[in-house]
């Protein structure tokens, strides 16, 4: 069960990042963004020869060795779970979108205010009817997009996650792939309960670097969609009506976080 968050608690705020050679650009300014709004940063590096230079001089950032670790890839950023000793708003971003700079502090507020109980997030996606493929029976609500309300979504993309650590003890080890984050979080979190929300945000709060990259796991999705449809469903199969709920969802959801937008 989530741990119930003690109002006016401050909690630490931890980011955590996977990242390859190829993204090294994007993965500089990314860090160079969000390691001044956060406690602490864990850095998993998969597939370097050498540390990337600009790290070291950190104080607040762990550097870990994603081949080291099981060859989890992206999934290695959820690996800092494993490390936390204390209750932490944990965010996991990625290496190719441009943060604001009152992108942890909004989150986190919007964690503490629904006291740790679900999963906060800009980036999701919604199923919809028949169910059959993950790429086109799916409405994508993208982060660079403006959102008025806060929506409910059937899963959230793990480059604008938040979470408070304790309401979702989770393993990346025990996953069966290394590919597939954003549905098997959204699995692990609707078994204990906990709903995903967008949040509402004006048009360009975050940015894209780069969209549609060769070694993007998106467009190899695109290419072979199967795995993640019989996944889609494994999650839809844990809501008592998945069809009426997908119907809600991809209307408008009756539920919503009230929020200010940020920006």
């Not at 204390?86 to 971003?93: A, H, K």
């Not at 999701?124 to 403006?146: K, N, Q, W």
């Not at 990259?213 to 290419?223: A, H, I, N, P, Y």
């Amino acid at each position: 069960m989530p741990l119930a968050m003690i109002p006016g608690q401050r909690l630490a705020r931890i980011a955590s990042i996977a990242t390859m050679p190829s993204r090294i650009e994007g993965f500089e300014r990314v860090v160079t963004a969000i390691r001044p709004q956060v406690d602490h940063m864990f850095v998993y590096l998969d597939g370097f020869g050498d540390v990337p230079a600009f790290l070291p001089h950190h104080r607040n950032i762990t550097i870990r060795r994603a081949e080291e670790l099981g060859n989890l890839h992206a999934s290695s950023r959820f690996l800092c779970l494993q490390e936390l000793r204390q209750p932490s708003l944990v965010f996991t971003i990625d290496d190719d979108i441009a943060y604001p700079p009152d992108y942890i502090a909004v989150l986190s507020g919007l964690i503490e205010k629904v006291r740790g109980k679900a999963l906060i997030g800009l980036h999701g996606r919604i199923y919809l009817p028949p169910h059959r493929s993950y790429v086109t029976d799916a409405m994508c609500v993208h982060f660079a997009g403006e959102q008025k309300q806060a929506r409910h979504v059937h899963e959230l993309g793990c480059g604008t996650l938040g979470l408070l650590s304790t309401s979702l003890p989770i393993d990346p080890r025990n996953w069966p792939r290394t590919d597939m984050d954003d549905i098997f979080i959204a699995i692990e979190a609707q078994k204990l309960g906990l709903p995903r929300i967008s949040i509402p945000r004006p048009q360009g709060w975050l940015k894209p670097y780069a969209e549609n990259q060769e070694d993007s796991l998106w467009v190899r999705t695109q290419k072979d969609d199967r795995a993640q449809s019989e996944a889609m469903r494994t999650l839809l199969r844990l809501y008592s009506e998945p069809t009426k709920i997908s119907a809600k969802f991809a209307t408008r959801s009756r539920e919503h976080l009230k929020v200010p937008m940020p920006g």
